[in-house]
Every structure is written in C-alpha cells, then in structure tokens.
C-alpha cells in the first residue's frame, strides 16, 4: 500500500469516527460541524483558503467550501457531510470504526458519502506547488440527507461559481447526469360532523378525500403519459399514496382527514407546475363539495435534475469513465448546484446499493481509479 492510499485510509477513518447523522427525527439528528473543522484543517495544509458557512443559528450545522486559484471558471468536487442513522445492532463491526476487510472498507458514511472527500483530497494534493490557471473548490455540504439546508444556504448566498461541479455521490464511477425530483405533500380535507343515520347533519370529509384519491390516481396516469422517461428504470413520475387518517367513529360523519402522499417527476415537468396543477383538481372538488381542501408541502421539495447530454463536462466524464451518462433513482444536491450556474454530474465511488444499511462499504479497488478520475477533471478545468 502506498503511502497516499495509507492517507487516504487515515483521513477516512477520522471522518468515520466522528458521527455527523442529520435527520427529520430530533432524537437522531447531529450537527456536522466537526467533519467539516477536519476537512477545512487538512485543506488549509494543502493550501486551500477555508470559508465556513454557518448552515444552523448556532454554526452546529455548516457547509465548508475551500478554493485555490481564482478566476471566473474552474471546478468544484463537492460532497454531503452527513450520514443517516443506523442500527449498530446489525452491523457486523463497529459502525464508527473503519474495518478492513475483504479488500473493503466498512463504516457508516464509508461510500454514501464521507469516502469521497479523502480522494478529492488526495487528487487536489497531486497540485500542490502547480499554479492553477482556475480555482480548484472543495465542496462539503451539512444536511443533504435530511432538509438539504446546506444546499439550499449555498444557493441563498449564490456561492460557490465555477464552470463545473462534481458531485461525488456513489455511482460506481459512472457518470449520471438525471434524477427525478420529490415531493412530499398532505391533503387535508375538512367538512361537518353530525350523526350518521341523516347525511344532510353534515358533509362527510371521508367522502370527499375518495374522491380526492380518484383525482390524483387519475392524475398519476396522466403524469405517466405526459412525463414519461426512458432513461429511468422506472419510466415514469410516481405519485405514492402514503398514509392517511381521519375519522373517529362508524356512526359519526367524518369532519376532517389528511392524508399524506409524494411526488417524483422526471425532469421533462417541474415541480412547481405539477402543484399548480393539483391545487386546480382539488380545488375542483372541494367546489362540487362544498369542502375546504388545503395542499400544503411536508418538507422543501427537491427538484428533478437534468444536465445536457452534450455539454463539456458530461462529454468529459463520459470520455473519461468509458461509460455514457445515465440516470439515478436517487435524488442528490445536483439541481442546486446547477441553479448555482454550474455544469454538474454526479460521479464518485462506491455503490449506492451499500448505502443507507448496515455493513455500507467501499471497495479498496474504487479508490485509485477515482483519485485519477478526479486529478484529470482538475487539470481539464483548472490548468
Ligand atoms: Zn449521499
């Protein structure tokens, strides 16, 4: 083993070691500053200038981003912090312990995602000493796996620019430039309680959230027709009936329940017109029923993210890998990074079949490959 990939191992180990869950459940959800206080000390070594962008009120939370060189283009590698929770009780090893074994790493955040950000750095230290024409910039985001807050802060503060962004994200070294979106959306409807033995006591919300569910299944297929894409395994947007409750008693008229669904759309539709459109249906029934129906976001939606099939960089990463760019089912930090102006892919090691259980691994043989990978992107765009 040589002595960059002995660096490489040491600098993973650290990053594994110090828990950065983020999470919508309050009894699991960490801060991600001490990974990014690591990051940003071995950057500095490396001569990178630090900036940390406070992501929570009282800095817990923050997003790193370290530049060397300077000028209107350059390249951003860039990378999630946090990790999800996890059931150590399956675990075969210590979860926040690096193990090797059977040519793998494991540990929690090993390939989804902390695995990227020792290889960016090994690839960016192959520059030490050498002027860079554009700026090199080391992306480290807090919360991609819960709120995307840091995401959401970055484009907020319109930083960090560069002509192109890498996000390392696993797709065992494959470049993937498609994702669909999600949203994730409560219907509530809300009529009259009275006695059940005369319906004319009241307006059954039970009723009018059927036909609610008619509307958006018939929608679904709508959305199927019209946003259809063959690039992804599954070809359409799915739209997810996901729970509902309401009601109290069979001889009572229901006065209000909620129910809860999610949306993914294909990047041919936006998820702002597809609410839109919705709102309209509902708003259609609640009319016809004399109901109060609302609509209302659970969580910030993500949007689906296309990057063009012929720009420089997708053209670049596909040269590079020998693989064309494909589509992922999984939803990452692209959409903001592209908002930002940037050509972005999502390319990094590891496989996201491992991420998100117990056991998550990195196979050692990733390694080298994505270091030279990487040092190439950084000499395209930054000498
Ligand atoms: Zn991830």
């Not at 797709?171 to 949203?183: D, N, Y």
């Given at each position: ?13 650290q990053?594994?070691a ?81 193990t ?25 230290s192959?520059?030490?000493g ?27 503060a ?18 993937v ?58 070809p ?79 053209r ?44 998550e ?10 270091i ?12």
């Amino acid at each position: 083993m040589s002595h960059s990939d002995q660096r490489v191992i040491e600098q993973l180990q650290q990053l594994v070691a110090t828990p950065s869950v983020s999470s919508t459940d309050p009894r699991w959800d960490q801060g991600n500053r001490a990974v990014v206080d690591l990051l940003a000390a071995w950057l500095v070594d490396l001569g990178f200038a630090v900036e940390i962008q406070p992501v929570s009120a009282d800095g817990a939370k923050a997003n790193l981003i370290a530049t060397r060189g300077s000028g209107p283009g350059g390249l951003v590698l860039a990378g999630h912090t946090d990790t999800v929770p996890f059931d150590e009780g399956r675990w075969r090893s210590d979860p926040l312990c690096l193990t090797e074994r059977d040519q793998r790493l494991y540990g929690l955040g090993s390939t989804d995602m902390k695995g990227f950000f020792p290889l960016a750095l090994a690839a960016a230290s192959t520059f030490t000493g050498t002027d860079l024409q554009q700026p090199l910039i080391l992306l480290a985001t807090a919360d991609e796996e819960s709120s995307m807050n840091g995401a959401r802060q970055l484009v907020a503060a319109a930083r960090p620019r560069a002509r192109a962004a890498i996000i390392g994200e696993p797709t065992s070294l494959q470049p993937v430039r498609m994702h669909k979106g999600i949203m994730m959306e409560s219907v509530r409807v809300t009529g009259r309680a009275g006695h059940s033995s005369n319906p004319a006591l009241g307006n059954s919300a039970l009723d009018g959230m059927h036909a609610v569910m008619s509307e958006l299944l018939a929608f679904r297929l709508e959305l199927a027709q019209r946003y259809g894409s063959a690039f992804f395994t599954v070809p359409t947007p799915t739209l997810n009936l996901g729970c509902i409750h309401g009601g109290d008693s069979p001889n009572r008229i229901c006065s209000q329940v909620e129910l809860h669904f999610d949306l993914r759309m294909t990047p041919d539709g936006d998820n702002a017109s597809v609410r839109a459109e919705i709102q309209a249906r509902l708003q259609a029934v609640a009319g016809d029923r004399g109901l109060a129906i609302e609509l209302r976001p659970l969580v910030e939606d993500v949007s689906p993210f296309e990057e063009t099939a012929d720009c420089e960089l997708v053209r670049l990463a596909e040269r590079l890998t020998g693989h064309s760019a494909g589509a992922v089912a999984f939803a990452t930090e692209a959409p903001f990074l592209k908002q930002l102006g940037m050509d972005t892919v999502i390319l990094g090691p590891g496989s996201i079949d491992r991420a998100h259980q117990p056991d998550e691994y990195l196979e050692l043989e990733q390694i080298r490959p994505c270091i030279r990978l990487l040092e190439q992107c950084i000499r395209h765009y930054c000498l």
